[in-house]
């Protein structure tokens, strides 16, 4: 576990090292650090766009003294394709290297054009995802521990639920067809275990969402199966 | 007892005390109460606007500031001009200074954030490092003309000559300081360093507000 001076730290020794700009997206943990939602997090986990930028930082970390895992299991999506992250193992935390996506959840456009926070650290560039982001990455998971930090996005932020819905719809073309069930699902729990407040109206559209999303996999005879990220 | 994370989360942006009173539907004392309670806890940040009218610019989170301020804090505190930060910024690896703000403004190509620049020409200390950090981005010659400019408006430091000689010889990817931008006024500036102006002299006179 790091907190948040210590996470400033490893990005400076990064930027530091690195030998060109190099941007990435924070989120998770590591963002909701940077917003003060939260003290510590275990892994820090970034998004990268470009792929010459992971690999610049998956260097400087390996001289760091940070290890590549290898074994990484239980990252699926519904068409079979394995998207695994990179991980970089270190004494006390570890770095969640992704590339354009986050576990089907792709990253796109308006996703950067809702970022509200940059960090720089020399040659490092740390962009933080909005709440809104880093609560619908959190639903493609099954970590327990990512229920407890939705649960505090949406305690501690405004969140903007037209966002969430908009970024469903468009989550099911470009990414993960079953995103609205993964979400609705996800929220739905948080409703009953958390006693978080959703509106009434937000589920009913997420399962207008899911329906109509399950239709046009019917009608076009396609089958789909939903794994969670459970590592 | 208040909530106070409730309260924060309705109060989210820019308040005055009036506005809060109509928000919670207090009595105006009561919201002073409550801007202070706030403020202890450190959701609150103070900014006057026009006539000294005190506005509070809530947050519901307390966000720890580490580092240093990026491009629109700097220019807020230190230009007559204020902007509107579209993010926020915050800068680890060094403490900033006025020569690298200058550059980075004019790199936004937006007109309002490089109007709030010309201030920043009184805070330079090193005439070199501004020529140098601006050659190597290649605005050299906008950097020049921009500096005349302010000149006209506002107190500035005096630019050495050898910086002033560089910055000429210097090389530019576009004239435009601002996309398109152009106008009629400042066209002995803009012939000397043969770039094209953004500003008319009614947008200097903001400085004189």
Redesign the interface.
Request: charged share 30%; hydrophobic share 20%.
């Given at each position: 576990m790091i907190n948040l001076e210590e996470q400033i730290s490893l990005f400076k020794i990064i930027g530091s090292q690195l030998s060109k700009k190099v941007e990435c997206i924070a989120i998770g943990g590591s963002a909701m650090m940077f917003y003060g939602a939260k003290t510590t997090t275990k892994d820090v986990d970034l998004v990268f766009l470009k792929k010459d930028d992971l690999e610049a930082v998956k260097k400087v970390l390996f001289n760091s003294g940070f290890d590549e895992r290898k074994n990484i299991k239980g990252v699926f999506r519904e068409d079979e394709e394995i998207i695994k992250p990179v991980m970089m193992d270190g004494k006390e935390t570890r770095f969640d290297l992704f590339l354009n996506e986050v576990i089907g959840f792709i990253v796109h456009n308006e996703l950067i054009e809702r970022i509200k926070e940059l960090h720089d650290f020399g040659n490092l560039r740390v962009k933080t995802a909005s709440p809104e982001d880093i609560l619908m990455m959190k639903a493609c998971t099954e970590r327990e521990k990512d229920r407890d930090d939705a649960a505090e996005i949406i305690k501690k932020f405004n969140i903007d639920w037209e966002v969430i819905l908009s970024e469903t719809s468009k989550q099911t073309k470009i990414g993960i067809a079953a995103f609205p069930i993964l979400l609705y699902d996800f929220l739905t729990e948080l409703k009953e275990n958390y006693k978080i407040d959703v509106q009434k109206n937000v589920i009913k559209d997420l399962l207008k969402i899911a329906e109509k999303m399950i239709e046009e996999l019917k009608r076009k005879d396609k089958l789909i199966r939903v794994t969670k990220y459970k590592s | 007892m208040m909530d106070i994370?409730n309260i924060t989360?309705k109060l989210?942006g820019l308040q005055t005390v009036d506005s809060i009173a109509v928000s919670l539907g207090i009595a105006r004392r009561t919201a002073v109460n409550y801007v202070w309670a706030l403020r202890k806890e450190g959701f609150v940040e103070t900014i006057y606007g026009k006539r000294k009218i005190r506005m509070y610019r809530i947050s519901?989170?307390?966000?720890?500031k580490?580092?240093y301020p990026?491009l629109y804090e700097f220019l807020n505190q230190n230009s007559k001009i204020k902007v509107y930060p579209p993010?926020?910024?915050?800068?680890?690896?060094?403490k900033p200074t006025a020569e690298e703000m200058i550059v980075k403004a004019i790199k936004t190509g937006n007109l309002r954030t490089i109007l709030s620049s010309l201030a920043l020409f009184n805070k330079v200390k090193d005439w070199a490092k501004l020529s140098q950090i601006a050659r190597k981005e290649n605005i050299g010659r906008k950097i020049g003309a921009l500096y005349d400019a302010a000149r006209t408006i506002i107190r500035v430091r005096k630019m050495d000559k050898k910086t002033r000689k560089a910055l000429l010889r210097s090389k530019i990817d576009d004239k435009f300081i601002v996309k398109y931008a152009r106008t009629k006024d400042l066209q002995q500036i803009e012939k000397e360093w043969k770039v094209s102006f953004p500003f008319n002299k009614a947008d200097l006179e903001a400085y004189k507000e």
């Open positions: - | 994370q989360k989210e519901p989170i307390k966000a720890p580490f580092g990026g993010y926020t910024e915050r800068i680890y690896d060094h």
